[in-house]
């Protein structure tokens, strides 16, 4: 995956969609996924929990497909979701959003 990191007062996070193709809808399509958020946001009250659910929903939305599919296409789509969410927290590299995907990672994995 490419990235490209806008470190002003807005940050852009942006990755080709090497996952993202190989989510059912997608296949064969190359695109980009972007995420934008202010730094600033991040200082405020709940803020890094918006940004969390933010970045969250930007990544569905590149990996979901509305519809009916598979087994196998929607555990695609799963880890699609799951890994571009882990490639923008490691981009974005806060430790309150850290703790935050740590988190929802444990409640979505059972823990």
């Known amino acids: 995956m490419s990235l490209r990191l ?3 007062s807005s940050i ?8 993202v193709a190989s989510a059912p809808a997608n296949a ?7 995420f934008r958020f202010h730094a600033d946001e991040l200082e405020a009250p709940r803020g890094p929990d918006r940004v969390f659910r933010k970045l969250d929903r930007a990544a569905r939305g590149a ?3 509305s519809g009916r599919k598979t087994l196998r296409d929607a555990a695609v ?3 699609c ?3 571009l969410v882990a490639e923008f927290i490691d981009k974005i590299d806060d430790s309150r959003l850290s703790a935050l995907h ?4 444990g409640a979505a994995s059972g823990r």
């Open 102 to 105: 740590a988190e929802a990672s």
């Open 12 to 19: 852009l996070i942006a990755f080709a969609a090497a996952a």
């Open 77 to 79: 789509e799963r880890e």
């Open 28 to 34: 064969g399509e190359a695109g980009l996924v972007e």
């Open 81 to 83: 979701h799951a890994s």
């Open 63 to 65: 990996c979901v497909t």
């Open 6 to 8: 806008v470190t002003a």
